[in-house]
C-alpha cells in the first residue's frame, strides 16, 4: 500500500487551498472528477462553456485578496460589476449596489486550475471508505486500491463525508450540517433581461420568487461571448422536481423565465447539485474546520457558510492544523 503523510480527499476550494500550504512530499490529494476546482464548475455545450457552480465570488480577508490579486496578474480572475436586480412579490425589479464580486476567467475553473498550478492531483481516484487502524488511516477506493496515511483532511460536501467516515461518530456534524439540492439550467436567450421598472440587468437575486434563486447573463462576465443564461433554483423547488427528468427541468425553468421577462429562450441543459448550498449558511464550525479523530480533519465551504472564501480560508486553517502534529 502506498502511504502518505496526509491524504487530502477532494480538489475542490477547501482541498486545493490546503495543498497549496503542504509541502509537495506531504500529501496525496484524491479527487474523484477528470480535474480540480469543485463548485467552481463550467459546462462545455459545444464550442462555448457555462458556469453551473458558484456565480461569482467576493473576496474581504486579505489572504484571499492577495491570492486573488495573483490569480488576476494571470488573466485567471477578473471583477464582475453586474447591473443587479432580485424579486419582489416575484417581479423583478433593480436592485443596484456596491459589492465588489469576482468570476474565474474566461470561465469560473478557471480559478479551480489557477489554485491547482502547484499541487500534485490524482484525479478519476474516489475514495470509498477511510478506516482507523492503529495509528494510521487505510483509504480504499472504489476500485479496490488502498492507501495509508498519518493524517487525514476530507474537504467533499457533508453527505459525500458521511458516506466515507462510517467507522466514526460524525452525527453531530451530519445533524447540524445539512445540505440543499440546487437544479441548474443553462438557457439561450439573444433578448435582453429588463425589469419591471425598465432597466436592463445582468444578474437577478431570486428574492421572493418560488422557482428563481439566481439568475446570471454569461457575456456580462469577461471573457465569455455567448447568448447563455444560468439560472439556479429555489432549494424548495428543486426538492419538489429532485427526482425529475432533467430535459422537463430545462424546458420549465426555460418557460418560467419567457414569462417572467417576457423573451424567448430556448432550454440547453439542466444539471441537479444534489448537494448545492448549506441549508442554514448562518451555520459554521469556527474557521471553517472540524477534528473528528486525531489526525482526522473535515473543512469545507458548508462549514463556513457557502462561500469560495469561507472554503478557501478553511483550507488553509485545515493544512496549519495538519502541520502542528
Not at 465570488?57 to 480572475?77: K, N, S, Y
Not at 477506493?141 to 466515507?164: E, F, H, K
Request: with cysteine; hydrophobic share 40%; aromatic share 8%.
Amino acid at each position: 500500500m502506498t502511504h502518505t503523510p496526509i491524504a487530502i480527499i477532494g480538489a475542490g476550494v477547501a482541498g486545493l487551498a490546503a495543498a497549496r500550504e503542504l509541502s509537495d512530499t506531504d500529501y496525496i490529494i484524491f479527487e474523484k472528477s477528470r480535474g480540480p476546482g469543485g463548485r467552481l464548475a463550467s459546462k462545455r455545450l459545444n464550442d462555448l462553456r457555462a458556469d453551473i457552480g458558484a456565480q461569482f465570488f467576493t473576496v474581504r480577508d486579505p489572504r484571499f485578496e492577495e491570492t486573488i490579486a495573483l490569480a488576476m496578474d494571470a488573466g485567471a480572475v477578473q471583477p464582475w460589476a453586474p447591473r443587479m436586480g432580485t424579486f419582489q412579490q416575484s417581479r423583478a425589479v433593480a436592485s443596484p449596489d456596491t459589492q465588489r464580486r469576482y468570476v474565474g476567467t474566461p470561465y469560473m475553473n478557471a480559478l479551480g486550475r489557477f489554485l491547482a498550478q502547484s499541487v500534485e492531483i490524482q484525479t478519476e481516484k474516489r475514495i470509498a471508505v477511510v478506516n482507523k487502524d492503529g495509528d494510521r488511516f487505510i483509504l480504499t477506493t472504489t476500485a479496490g486500491d488502498r492507501y495509508t496515511a498519518d493524517q487525514v483532511l476530507i474537504t467533499t460536501p457533508v453527505d459525500q463525508m458521511s458516506d466515507l467516515l462510517v467507522d466514526f461518530d460524525i452525527d453531530e456534524i451530519t445533524q447540524k450540517f445539512t445540505m440543499a439540492p440546487t437544479w441548474t439550467t443553462v438557457v439561450s436567450a439573444s433578448e435582453p433581461l429588463v425589469t419591471d421598472d425598465g432597466g436592463m440587468i445582468d444578474a437577478c437575486f431570486g428574492g421572493d420568487h418560488p422557482a428563481f434563486d439566481f439568475i446570471s447573463v454569461e457575456h456580462s462576465k469577461s471573457g465569455r461571448n455567448s447568448d447563455l443564461l444560468v439560472i439556479h433554483s429555489t432549494s424548495d423547488w428543486t426538492t419538489t422536481y429532485l427526482e425529475t427528468d432533467p430535459k422537463w427541468v430545462a424546458q420549465e425553468m426555460s418557460a418560467l423565465l419567457n414569462d417572467t421577462f417576457n423573451i424567448q429562450s430556448n432550454p440547453v441543459v439542466s444539471h441537479r447539485w444534489r448537494y448545492a448550498r448549506p441549508t442554514d449558511p448562518r451555520l459554521t464550525a469556527q474557521k471553517g474546520i472540524y477534528q473528528i479523530d486525531s489526525g482526522l480533519w473535515i473543512a469545507g465551504d458548508y462549514l463556513a457558510g457557502g462561500r469560495v472564501e469561507g472554503a478557501f480560508l478553511a483550507g488553509i486553517e485545515a493544512a496549519q492544523r495538519l502541520q502542528r502534529v
